[in-house]
T-cell receptor, first 116, second 112 residues
């Protein structure tokens, strides 16, 4: 069963704590993305990765970190430097980063992060 | 930079009617657009896409229209059903920058 799996579905963070959100895909996609969604808002790009061992900051990268050691995995760490982390986090992947290719991004089910 | 927005934050229709959701974009270099559907508590689902060299594209019960002159696109849903109730997002891509810019979404409510 192919797709994008995000875990956990719900996550609680204590003040000063780092937490890591998992994202795994078995679609053999090269590109992966992390977005943040606040209530009533669109999606804002946090980080993206075009290929293994490479990633770039998106529009709101401050307070977040990522790694891309494997093609299938793109974990997101929400650090203590992120002062307003409560949001719905979405991971996506697409087949490639080429301008020629259609860039349909396929999304996981999301992780809802709350602060205790 | 690119900005993508929608004309109305909410749209309410009767079951069986046609729905039209609108979206405007700012960058004339945008070459590719996608519509997504997001149900409550879930991730967005791909509905339909269109390249800038097309004016219209049809899918199953959905049609996307692109007007490059006024930088506007719309999603038309035929014979709207209760299962169509969701937030609909348009997203645009500008040239070789393959990142997508998302609008804020329109909440579609279908009344039985």
């Amino acid at each position: 069963d192919g797709g994008i799996t995000q875990s956990p579905k719900y996550l609680f963070r204590k003040e000063g704590q780092n937490v890591t959100l998992s994202c795994e895909q078995n679609l053999n996609h090269d590109a992966m993305y992390w977005y943040r969604q606040d209530p009533g808002q669109g999606l804002r790009l946090i980080y993206y990765s075009q290929i293994v061992n490479d990633f770039q900051k998106g529009d709101i990268a401050e307070g977040y970190s990522v790694s891309r050691e494997k093609k299938e995995s793109f974990p997101l760490t929400v650090t203590s430097a992120q002062k307003n982390p409560t949001a719905f986090y979405l991971c996506a992947s697409s087949i490639g980063a080429s301008a020629i290719a259609k860039n349909i991004q396929y999304f996981g089910a999301g992780t809802r992060l709350s602060v205790l | 930079g690119e900005s993508v927005g929608l004309h109305l934050p909410t749209l309410s229709v009767q079951e069986g009617d046609n729905s039209i959701i609108n979206c405007a974009y700012s960058n004339s270099a945008s070459d590719y657009f996608i519509w997504y559907k997001q149900e409550s508590g879930k991730g967005p689902q791909f509905i339909i896409d269109i390249r800038s060299n097309m004016d219209k594209r049809q899918g199953q019960r959905v049609t996307v229209l692109l007007n490059k002159t006024v930088k506007h696109l719309s999603l038309q849903i035929a014979a709207t059903q209760p299962g169509d109730s969701a937030v609909y997002f348009c997203a645009g891509r500008r040239g070789s920058n393959y990142k997508l810019t998302f609008g804020k979404g329109t909440l579609l409510t279908v009344n039985p």
